[in-house]
């Protein structure tokens, strides 16, 4: 019969309208967006978002996590002042999950306390926003919440995430917003039969630090010369001084001369 249909076809069906209403909603006003944590009942539309975003497929355990807060933390942003009402439907996202520094891959890209076993992260694990209503900073925004988010853990020291290496637009995204890209992993990503690479992308919290570039190692070897020459020279000089002393007394001052305490160069430096 025509309206005999199966569970199945029907989840389809209201699947097809949500889809429908969602991505084909012309914007014809001045969005008022406000974000909100994901509840239950963001489950359906959460799972088209992510289907249509991104090339990773997510099996249903990730959302059912992401709804239900089980080891994930999680914003959604919702456009209140919509028409037709669906005042309450996701329309961006971002999906996060704490990691402790140790068990994380970036632990050779931090300076922290090693002796501390509470050095916590926050992993990006998805971002996205609905086609129409990109270019509108909704994107920034949820990343400033968990950047604010990371930034209240005090054991917390860094926020990370890692982006495909050929989604030019999320690269220039993640350095507007002051991520370092730290890394290139090759063939980090296995997709429908191919592997690509992805840049690992770190923005470092509440006295985070990244080890010593190139530039401040040079900089530090730099100094340290310096430093040595410096000693170097003051011995020649006190010694050539010494030598005249003997043919005539040496009136010359020892006003550049270096204190002969066997001075170190100055540990600042040496950090690195």
């Known amino acids: 019969m025509l309206f005999n249909a199966s569970l199945s076809d029907l989840n389809i069906c209201t699947g097809l309208v949500v889809k429908l209403v969602m991505f084909e909603l012309e914007i014809k006003h001045c969005p008022t967006i406000i974000f909100r944590p994901i509840r239950p009942s963001d489950l359906q539309v959460l799972e088209l978002i992510h289907a249509s975003l991104f090339p990773v497929r997510y099996d249903i355990d990730f959302f059912l996590n992401v709804v239900n807060g089980l080891g994930i933390v999680s914003w959604g942003a ?24 140790k068990e994380s ?40 919440e968990v950047i604010k988010y990371a930034s209240s853990i005090s054991s917390c020291r860094a926020v990370y995430l890692h982006v495909i290496a050929y989604n030019q637009p999320a690269i220039h995204f993640y350095q507007k917003m002051l991520f370092k890209l730290v890394r290139r992993l090759s063939k980090f990503y296995y997709i429908n039969g191919y592997h690509y690479d992805a840049f690992l992308f770190v923005y470092y919290v509440n006295g985070g630090q990244s080890p010593c570039s190139m530039r401040e190692v040079l900089a530090a070897v730099a100094a340290y010369l310096r430093g040595l020459l410096s000693i170097l020279g003051g011995k020649i000089w006190n010694g050539d001084c010494k030598r ?6 040496c009136k010359e001052t020892n006003s550049l001369l270096v204190p002969q305490s066997k001075r170190i160069p100055n540990s600042d430096t040496a950090i690195c």
């Not at 002042?81 to 402790?100: K, N, Q, W, Y």
């Not at 694990?125 to 129409?132: A, K, N, S």
């Not at 005249?244 to 007394?249: D, E, G, Y």
């Open 78 to 101: 919702v456009d209140v002042s919509r028409s037709d009402g669906h005042i309450d439907e996701l329309i961006g996202f971002v999906t996060t999950r704490i990691i402790a520094v």
């Open 105 to 144: 891959e970036i632990q050779n890209l931090l300076r922290y306390d090693t002796t501390r076993n509470d050095q916590t992260l926050v992993y990006i694990l998805t971002l996205g926003v609905v086609e129409q209503y990109r270019n509108l900073g909704i994107a920034s925004s949820l990343v400033r």
């Open 244 to 249: 005249r002393s003997r043919r005539s007394r």
